[in-house]
């Protein structure tokens, strides 16, 4: 019970640390995909983030603080 115990756990060890120097997410990428697919989405979140900037700072929209009556 205890040598097929151990085994198992190292088999687990194996499989994760072959995972991880391989890297699950790219059997189907090649590196340049991957990177072209992760500064896809950092360009996309970067947008975002101006966005929610701007929403928070009220710039989004155009101010009716004027004297002068625009309609």
Same mark, same amino acid.
């Given at each position: 019970?205890? !040598?097929?115990? !151990?085994?198992?756990?190292?088999?687990?060890?194996?499989?994760?640390?072959?995972?991880?120097?391989?890297?699950?997410?790219?059997?189907?990428?090649?590196?340049?995909?991957?990177?072209?697919?992760?500064? !896809?989405?950092?360009?996309?979140?970067?947008?975002?983030?101006?966005?929610?900037?701007?929403?928070?700072?009220?710039?989004?929209?155009?101010?009716?603080?004027?004297?002068?009556?625009?309609?």
């Amino acid at each position: 019970m205890h !040598r097929g115990f !151990r085994a198992v756990v190292v088999t687990c060890l194996l499989a994760a640390f072959g995972s991880l120097v391989s890297g699950c997410a790219t059997f189907t990428q090649s590196p340049h995909e991957h990177s072209a697919q992760w500064s !896809r989405i950092s360009r996309a979140d970067n947008l975002g983030l101006v966005e929610d900037i701007d929403l928070l700072l009220m710039t989004d929209r155009n101010s009716r603080l004027t004297k002068w009556h625009d309609r």
